[in-house]
């Protein structure tokens, strides 16, 4: 067994079951990076996007499902600057804590989270490495997590990568230098990342969610539905996420378009399914 399988077998292990309910909505996200509003801050470009489907969510009842890197912690050191920034964000992430409708995971860039960062506007709201939604029937389930497990520098050496991002990596990206630690930025890595994502799943036969390299994916049949990806919130001018409705699990777009009353709008395009999960779980 390699060291990867390793690690995936201890992720398994220690996994948190949440009961799936068929008439329930899901909607899973990742990858916001909510900064301090300065102008590094990745999120702030598509903040009304990302509001503006949350709210949708809210209003139809999802649960909502954030997996992970959802705050950025790398560049910034304090979370009360990001929550003061996307007050009117958390505001809203708050309304599904108060109904039982909010699961966080943490990431990389939020691992501080596993260490037990305070966050205020969820009292004593546990943050999961990873979760495994299950039906009663179900011998597998779908295990959600974000994506950087196994990986020697977003991982084992976070420290010291937390280190070259802050200090190194964020002045040089503003001359167009590339953080080649980086999952997200780094091409090359995030085809290794995501194969080797995809290949244990399908080996385990476990049907896996996940997010970091910030590249959506939706498994054809070809792939036997294995491995899918949300994406991440910060795409140029769209935000991607995985819903699960009536048990059909689809990859959505949310973006800003003008109608012909040249108001803009926030609205969502299915970029692939829906597909069954009884198909996928049978």
Same mark, same amino acid.
């Given at each position: /067994?390699?060291?990867?399988?390793?690690?995936?077998?201890? !992720? $398994?292990?220690?996994? !948190?079951? +949440?009961?799936?309910?068929?008439?329930?909505?899901?909607? $899973?996200?990742?990858?916001?990076?909510?900064?301090?509003?300065?102008?590094?801050?990745?999120?702030?470009?598509?903040?009304?996007?990302?509001? =503006?489907?949350?709210?949708?969510?809210?209003?139809?009842?999802?649960?909502?499902?954030?997996?992970? @890197?959802? @705050?950025?912690?790398?560049?910034?050191?304090? /979370?009360?600057? +990001?929550?003061?920034?996307? #007050?009117?964000?958390?505001? $809203?992430?708050?309304?599904?804590?108060?109904?039982?409708?909010?699961?966080?995971?943490?990431?990389?860039?939020?691992?501080?989270?596993?260490? =037990?960062?305070?966050?205020?506007?969820?009292?004593? +709201?546990?943050?999961?490495?990873? !979760?495994?939604?299950?039906?009663?029937?179900?011998?597998?389930?779908?295990?959600?997590?974000? =994506?950087?497990?196994?990986?020697?520098?977003?991982?084992?050496?976070?420290?010291?990568?937390?280190?070259? !991002?802050?200090?190194?990596?964020?002045?040089?990206?503003?001359?167009?230098?590339?953080?080649?630690?980086?999952?997200?930025?780094?091409?090359?890595?995030?085809?290794?990342?995501?194969?080797?994502?995809?290949?244990?799943?399908? *080996?385990?036969?476990?049907?896996? +969610?996940?997010?970091?390299?910030?590249?959506?994916?939706?498994?054809?049949?070809? @792939?036997?539905?294995?491995?899918?990806?949300? #994406?991440?919130?910060?795409?140029?001018?769209?935000?991607?996420?995985?819903?699960?409705?009536?048990?059909?699990?689809?990859?959505?777009?949310?973006?800003?378009?003008?109608?012909?009353?040249?108001?803009?709008?926030?609205? *969502?395009?299915?970029?692939?399914?829906?597909?069954?999960?009884?198909?996928?779980?049978?």
């Amino acid at each position: /067994m390699n060291r990867y399988d390793k690690r995936m077998e201890k !992720v $398994l292990k220690q996994t !948190v079951c +949440i009961p799936f309910h068929w008439e329930k909505s899901y909607v $899973l996200m990742s990858d916001c990076h909510r900064g301090d509003g300065n102008w590094n801050d990745n999120f702030a470009s598509n903040k009304i996007i990302y509001l =503006g489907a949350l709210k949708e969510y809210y209003e139809r009842g999802f649960v909502y499902l954030e997996l992970g @890197d959802g @705050d950025e912690l790398w560049e910034n050191r304090n /979370m009360s600057e +990001i929550l003061e920034k996307h #007050g009117d964000v958390f505001a $809203l992430m708050k309304r599904f804590y108060c109904e039982n409708r909010l699961y966080l995971l943490y990431g990389n860039h939020d691992l501080k989270k596993k260490k =037990g960062l305070l966050l205020p506007c969820f009292p004593d +709201i546990p943050v999961y490495e990873s !979760v495994l939604l299950k039906a009663e029937g179900w011998e597998r389930g779908l295990l959600l997590m974000h =994506g950087h497990q196994g990986d020697l520098w977003n991982e084992r050496l976070w420290y010291l990568t937390r280190f070259l !991002v802050r200090y190194l990596w964020r002045p040089l990206e503003q001359l167009g230098v590339k953080d080649p630690t980086s999952a997200a930025k780094n091409y090359k890595k995030k085809e290794r990342v995501e194969q080797r994502m995809a290949q244990w799943a399908k *080996k385990n036969r476990q049907v896996l +969610i996940a997010g970091h390299t910030h590249r959506p994916y939706f498994s054809n049949q070809g @792939d036997q539905g294995w491995y899918y990806n949300t #994406g991440s919130g910060v795409h140029p001018y769209s935000v991607t996420a995985i819903e699960i409705v009536r048990g059909n699990i689809t990859l959505v777009k949310w973006s800003q378009v003008p109608d012909f009353n040249q108001y803009v709008r926030v609205e *969502k395009e299915v970029l692939a399914g829906p597909l069954s999960l009884c198909t996928l779980l049978s």
